[in-house]
């Protein structure tokens, strides 16, 4: 507890100090709050890594700790040779998400600069064109199904399973009324009293 008897979560990532270290800070805010759109959360990531793998929003902090797992797999699509953006899948045609993305490195005209098409699958992204090969390929990542839920968690029960790709995740809740540490079978996290029982009962 600090001096405001607030709690802290501390983190071992089980990386060597090096330079340039491997992780920068990164901040990942909605410029106006709302359903679609409620992300206000600071942490660290890594060069080109979509979101938080350790910090905090206004409700929740965690942290990882990295394991030599399996975590990504890239799929070959079979496209319909009629229409290019349907995929086969499990004896069926599925329909790409077709957005557009946006990168603006010191861009003069925002509205002119860094726009590109993202196609995803109900699965990943379709990362053939970055890569520069001839196959379309699809990315199953647990990474991006892992740290979306968190940052928009918005108390510690969703950090108990936040995906498939979490290795003994570690969760505090930031409301600093009767700060207690839970203990569960492969999840650690803070969080008020009432709370914190509860998802020991569920855990233990």
């Known amino acids: 507890l600090d001096g405001l008897w607030a709690p802290l979560l501390a983190g071992d990532l089980h990386l060597p100090l090096s330079l340039p270290a491997p992780h920068y800070a990164m901040g990942l805010h ?4 709302r359903r679609a759109c409620d992300l206000n959360v600071l942490g660290l990531t890594w060069p080109g890594v979509p979101s938080i793998l350790s910090g905090h929003n206004d409700y929740v902090a965690w942290t990882v700790t990295p394991a030599g797992v399996d975590t990504q797999d890239a799929f070959v699509l079979r496209t319909d040779p009629a229409d290019s953006t349907r995929y086969a899948w499990d004896n069926t045609w ?3 998400t077709l957005r557009e993305g946006a990168l603006y490195p010191e861009a003069d ?12 699958t109900h699965f990943g992204p379709v990362i053939s064109d970055a890569l520069e090969v001839g196959e379309p390929l699809a990315l199953r990542s647990d990474g991006l199904h892992t740290h979306r839920p968190l940052a928009g968690a918005p108390a510690p029960e969703p950090c108990q399973h936040p995906g498939p790709g979490a290795n003994r995740p570690g969760c505090l809740d ?11 079978e492969r999840h650690h996290w803070v969080s008020a009293g009432g709370a914190c029982a509860a998802a020991r009962r569920r855990t233990l």
């Not at 909605?30 to 709050?33: A, G, K, N, S, V």
């Not at 005209?109 to 995803?120: H, K, M, N, V």
């Open 30 to 33: 909605c410029l106006e709050m």
């Open 94 to 96: 599925r329909t790409l």
């Open 109 to 120: 005209d925002l509205a002119e600069q860094g726009r590109f098409p993202i196609a995803s």
């Open 174 to 184: 930031l409301d600093p009324s009767a700060p207690a540490l839970c203990r569960g």
